[in-house]
């Protein structure tokens, strides 16, 4: 079956410190895999893909096919990247299957 | 440009009567997808539209949930008979041509079912 798991619910950390978001996937085929967020009162939006092999706004996720991860990490947190962060992986007919979300909290 | 948009933002409606929902994609935008965000489930696919067909609508949750797509844009969501946990963020997103590329998502619509 094809899933994405997120096992935080809610991750909470100081400003400066370092976060990682966890992502497991479970997928037969060859996975994309992309990091969403959603902050307060604003819309989904792509925050990175893991083709594109790209940082943003300091973050970034490798994808490691032996341990069926893509974690989000980023070396040190700020208190705007509070947000809710989905993790989702692309079926080959192109819908996206999403993680149940973690709640990021940036404390000052 | 303008983004994705959806109307209404909030829809509260009485159990047992039916919504509609609508999804203005991006302009030029041939691939749509229809997603609901419920409390604890996060988020789940529903549907998906190339131009006006349907190939996958192995995500409708029953058969009280249907979709349609006219001229290659606007799309309408419909819930007859609607029960109490059909309450959810109902999101719409678009791509330029489908599968490989980025989806940008609307607003959403809120629906309360009372």
């Known amino acids: 079956a094809q899933r994405v798991t997120q096992p935080e619910k809610l991750l909470s950390v100081f400003k400066g410190a370092p976060v990682e978001l966890k992502c497991n996937y479970s997928?037969?085929?060859?996975?994309?895999l992309f990091w969403y967020v959603q902050y307060s009162r604003q819309r989904l939006q792509l925050l990175l893909r893991?083709?594109s092999r790209e940082s943003i706004k300091g973050f970034t996720a490798d994808l490691n096919k032996g341990e069926t991860s893509f974690h989000l990490k980023k070396p040190f947190a700020q208190e705007e990247d509070s947000a809710m962060y989905y993790c989702?992986?692309?079926?080959?007919?192109?819908?996206?299957?999403f993680g149940k979300g973690t709640k990021l909290s940036v404390k000052p | 440009g303008a983004g994705v948009s959806q109307s209404p933002s909030n829809k509260v409606t009485e159990k047992g009567k039916d919504v509609e929902l609508r999804c203005d994609p991006i302009?030029?935008?041939?691939?749509l997808y229809w997603y609901r965000q419920s409390l604890g489930q996060g988020l789940e696919f529903l549907i998906y539209?190339?131009?006006?067909?349907?190939?996958?609508k192995s995500g409708l949750p029953s058969d009280r949930f249907s979709a349609e797509r006219t001229g290659g844009s606007v799309s309408t969501l419909t819930i007859q008979r609607t029960q109490q946990e059909d309450s959810a963020v109902y999101l719409c997103?678009?791509?330029?041509?489908?599968?490989?590329?980025?989806?940008?998502f609307g607003p959403g619509t809120r629906l309360l079912v009372l």
């Open positions: 997103a678009s791509s330029s041509s489908g599968f490989q590329e980025t989806q940008y």
């Open positions: 997928y037969s085929g060859s996975p994309e």
């Open positions: 893991h083709i």
């Open positions: 989702a992986l692309r079926r080959s007919q192109g819908n996206l299957i």
């Open positions: 302009s030029g935008h041939t691939a």
């Open positions: 539209f190339q131009g006006n067909s349907a190939p996958d």
